[in-house]
Structures are given as structure tokens and as C-alpha cells.
């Protein structure tokens, strides 16, 4: 047992001792063990002994160690580097589309004038992306008989256009895979690079890395993941990397003029869309004066029509997901590499019993600054300047009822740097928070300040007058089953308007009949009374 226990000796070396060459890798503090010595046999041949190390390592840490064959001559130094862990999403739709500019031309008819509009005017004619629209009730403002409240009749063109060639391109991005980077740097006994290779390994499936030492990566990967949907890249070289977040878009077969990408963009340069009946339903007939033409239209607060997007529409992924560092769009998928990772389960495996002599490098802090910053997402971060640090630096950061636990990593040499980092609900305690902040190295010094805490406001409603109102359809009132269409018609207000649908015709048309009728009996009984009357007066 003692040969056992001497050969796979774990001793840990701190770098104070040594001076760091220019070109060393900083070396992350030791957090992990070795099982042992491990008798391996292939199909019942000959046995081996193999020499395993279980190691939890973190983005951006370097684990290093030396290690020496007690079979052989074979002595080196293996440095595995957690490189970046990257979202890698596939795209499972893809279009492009224009804002959307509307050009409207409408007609005011005023009651008692010429019957210039009515519910089979089409003033589109050939115009392509173009909806007509009638209304046989809008306000006759201007008008002769404007005094006895008759209503006028609008007839209107409404052609959507792109309003510029910018163009937006729509991706629907699926589950990701997890992918993590790995970089290994093998050296000999005199410290010169044998060999640095870098691997790729996905997480949702884990992965071995057969080399000269064998790599297993175990670890299910991060719980934090921009969810699948569809999201926003505008079509541009300067902006084509970027992805906006929190819009509301249309999948590859929707049409609604309540989301982006109602009106996509066709082959050579020409736009499609299927949505020209809900721009009548949309449009708000707006009349100042009739009689000069002063009259017109807007379209309801929820249509993308004559809007674009403004800073408080979209929002950059990086802003809504701030464990995000960076994304990179490409034609057919998307990566994401994140700021944070939680620890790898990483497993290093020799094909033969050595000796290790696990490194890490010292860390250092003079002072240090900063503030707690909660931005208009309610994220928190902790901006902090640091003076001559150097290392892994662990930290507290204490609130009115809670605390967290952080830690930094900083290159080897010490220089004055400045990190941010992303935490959780601490509540500030009259405006400040507690952070200590600890080198790690053999001295055990820990420097405490009380920082400020600077908070933007959130948005959040505002009520707004909403000019929205139901447009009366003209179907409404070309409707003979309808009793709406009779009260409509039977109203005296409406008897003087120029429309004159069918319905109108065959209501008309009836009440005359019926009017004509009861006069007539009318007549009868009268002149039946008059008889009678002059009968009993002859008698007399």
C-alpha cells in the first residue's frame, strides 16, 4: 500500500517559488483528486495500470500539472485549457422583410351631393398590394346638410409599400446543442510546446478525447439557455451579427398585420403578403372637412404599418440575456458564446502509472473599486476596478438579506483591470453593499468596502389615448336578414345618405309598399265613417 500511495503522490506547488516565464499560461487554483492507480485488461490480454484524475475546472481556468512515468523516461507538463462554451442553434426558418409604408387616397361624399362612392367603388384598380374601403357613415364636416347630422361616405385606396430597402431577415431557431472548447498544450521536461491541440465537445452528449492523455468531459453543460423562437437580424454588413430579441414576428406562413414580417419579401426585389382584407379592418377614417377634401385615415396602435422599430422595441439579445457575450449569424445557424459556465466534470486519464504534481499560480491584490449597477432589464452587475490584481481573486457580497459568492479570473501578470459581473437579487442596505474580495495565494488578506448601488428605472406603463374604434363594415348595412341593416336604413339620419346598396333598395322599396297599404285602408275607413255619417243625417 505505501509503494501505492507513492507513486501517485499528489503534491500542490504554488508559482511563488518560481518566476513566471512571459509565456505562461496562469494556472487555475487545484479543485479536484486523483483516484489512483487503476489495473486496466483488454479482452482478458494483458493488464495495465492506468493513472485517472477527476478535476472540476471553470471558463477560462488552466489546469496544470507535471507529471513523471514510473515505467519509463517519459516526463512532461499538461496544461487543458476551458476555452469558451458556445450555443450553437440550427435554423429551422428563414425569411426576409421590409417595414411596411402605407400610401392612402380617399374620396369624401357628401349626403345630398353626387353618389361618387358606394360600396362597389374600387379605387384600387390595377394597383398591386392594395385594399379598397368604403364606409357609408363617416362625419360630414363641411357638408350642406352637415346641420341635420346626416353622415357622409368615404371610399379609400390603402397600398402598402416597403418604406425603404432596408431589409430584416427572420430566423427560427431550434434547441441547441452545447458545445465546449477545449485547448491543450503538452511540453516536455525542458518546457518546450510538443504539441497544443484544440477540441470541440458537445455537451448533450458528452464526449472523450483520445490523445496522449484521454480527456472525458461528463458535464450536462448550462441550465441557462436563450429559448427557441423566432427572433429578428437586420439584413445589413455592419449589423449582421446582431440579434434582436422581444419582437413580435410572423412564423414562414403567417400573415398578420399585428406582428413584424406580415409583408415578406418576394424574388427580385417584389414583396408578398396575403393580409389586404385586415387593412380595411385596421384603417380609422379620420374627416376634418369633407366639402375641401381635408380628410384621411390612420391605422389601429397594434398595426406594422407606418412604424419603425424604436430602441424600445428591439433589444439586443446580449441585453435580454446577459449571461451572453457575443453572437454570430450565419446562414443557417447561430452561435452563442456564453460569459458563464457552471464547473466541467473533467477526467484525465494516463496509459500509465505516473507521478503528478499539480501547479497553480499565486494571485494578488493591492485595492480595489466599483459599484452595483442595476440597468433598465433589472440586471444586476457589479462593476468593479481593480489595482494590481493578478490570479483568481474569490469574493462575498453581502446585501440587507442575502449575499453571493463570486470569483474572478485575471491574467498572471499583476495590472489594473476592470471585470463585471452578473448577479442575483441582493437588496442594497441604505444604498450600499458589503463586497470583500480575497486573493488567493499562501496570505491570507481580505480587503472589505461598502460600494454604492446606482439603479435605472424600469419601463412600465403609461396610459395613452387610444384611437381605436370599431369601423362600421359595409356589409352591415348590405345585409336584408339583418336587423341591423333596417334600423340603420329606417333612421332618418341615414335617409339622405348617396349609398344606395340592395338592401337599401328592397327596405325602401317595402316601406312604400307597406305605407302605401295603410294608407289606402285609411282611406277606406274614413270614407266608410263619411257614409255612415251622411246616411244617418238623410234620415233625419
Aim: with cysteine; aromatic share 8%; proline share 4%.
Amino acid at each position: 500500500m505505501q509503494w501505492l500511495l507513492l507513486s501517485l503522490s499528489l503534491a500542490l506547488t504554488s508559482s511563488l517559488h518560481t518566476t513566471p516565464s512571459p509565456t505562461m499560461r496562469h494556472c487555475s487554483s487545484p479543485t479536484g483528486s486523483m483516484d489512483g492507480r487503476i489495473v486496466v485488461e483488454e479482452d482478458g490480454g494483458e493488464a495495465a495500470d492506468v493513472t485517472t484524475l477527476t478535476w472540476q475546472i471553470g471558463l477560462g481556468e488552466t489546469l496544470c500539472y507535471r507529471f513523471k512515468s514510473e515505467t519509463s523516461s517519459l516526463v512532461g507538463t499538461v496544461e487543458v485549457t476551458y476555452v469558451s462554451l458556445k450555443s450553437i442553434y440550427s435554423m429551422l426558418d428563414s425569411y426576409q422583410f421590409p417595414l411596411v409604408h402605407s400610401s392612402v387616397q380617399c374620396l369624401c361624399d357628401c349626403p345630398g351631393g353626387h353618389s361618387q362612392c358606394d360600396s362597389q367603388t374600387n379605387m384600387c384598380a390595377n394597383i398591386s398590394n392594395c385594399a379598397s374601403y368604403y364606409n357609408p357613415s363617416v362625419r360630414s364636416s363641411g357638408c350642406f346638410f352637415n346641420f341635420l347630422q346626416l353622415s357622409a361616405a368615404m371610399c379609400c385606396s390603402i397600398q402598402v409599400l416597403p418604406a425603404s430597402r432596408e431589409r430584416y431577415r427572420a430566423v427560427h431557431l431550434a434547441v441547441p446543442s452545447i458545445m465546449a472548447q477545449f485547448k491543450t498544450v503538452y511540453k516536455n521536461e525542458e518546457g518546450e510546446v510538443v504539441d497544443t491541440r484544440s477540441y470541440s465537445v458537445d455537451l448533450n452528449s458528452g464526449s472523450t478525447i483520445d490523445w496522449d492523455v484521454t480527456l472525458q468531459v461528463s458535464s450536462p453543460g448550462p441550465t441557462t439557455l436563450v429559448p427557441p423562437g423566432w427572433y429578428v437580424v437586420p439584413d445589413h454588413p455592419s449589423h449582421r451579427h446582431t440579434l434582436l430579441a422581444g419582437l413580435n414576428v410572423n412564423g414562414l406562413d403567417g400573415w398578420d398585420i399585428n406582428k413584424l414580417g406580415w409583408l415578406k419579401a418576394g424574388k427580385k426585389g417584389g414583396v408578398v403578403t396575403s393580409s389586404l382584407e385586415q387593412l380595411v379592418q385596421a384603417f380609422v377614417p379620420t374627416v376634418e372637412n369633407c366639402a375641401d377634401g381635408r380628410y384621411g385615415g390612420t391605422f389601429t396602435k397594434g398595426a406594422k404599418i407606418d412604424r419603425l422599430l424604436v430602441e424600445g422595441q428591439k433589444r439586443r439579445l446580449t441585453d435580454v440575456y446577459p449571461f451572453i457575450g457575443d453572437v454570430r449569424v450565419w446562414r443557417r445557424h447561430v452561435e452563442m458564446e456564453h460569459k458563464e459556465s457552471p464547473l466541467l466534470a473533467l477526467t484525465l486519464q494516463h496509459r500509465s502509472k505516473v507521478g503528478v504534481v499539480v501547479q497553480y499560480s499565486s494571485s494578488h491584490l493591492s485595492d480595489f473599486t466599483g459599484l452595483l449597477y442595476q440597468d433598465s432589464f433589472s440586471h444586476l452587475h457589479l462593476n468593479l476596478s481593480l489595482f494590481q490584481a493578478s490570479g483568481t481573486i474569490t469574493g462575498v457580497i453581502s446585501g440587507s438579506r442575502s449575499s453571493q459568492s463570486i470569483l474572478l479570473r485575471l491574467p498572471l501578470h499583476p495590472s489594473n483591470a476592470t471585470r463585471q459581473v452578473k448577479l442575483s437579487a441582493i437588496q442594497c442596505r441604505a444604498g450600499q453593499v458589503r463586497v470583500s474580495l480575497r486573493p488567493l495565494s499562501l496570505q491570507n488578506v481580505t480587503i472589505t468596502k461598502h460600494l454604492p448601488c446606482v439603479t435605472e428605472n424600469m419601463r412600465t406603463f403609461r396610459s395613452t389615448p387610444d384611437i381605436r374604434r370599431q369601423v362600421e363594415a359595409s356589409a352591415v348595412t348590405d345585409c336584408l336578414s339583418c336587423g341591423s341593416a333596417w334600423l340603420h336604413w329606417l333612421d332618418p339620419g341615414h335617409w339622405l345618405e348617396t349609398a344606395w346598396p340592395q338592401a337599401r333598395v328592397v327596405i325602401m322599396v317595402t316601406m312604400a309598399v307597406m305605407g302605401m297599404l295603410v294608407i289606402i285602408m285609411v282611406c277606406k275607413v274614413i270614407r266608410g265613417v263619411c257614409k255612415c255619417c251622411g246616411c244617418a243625417s238623410s234620415k233625419k
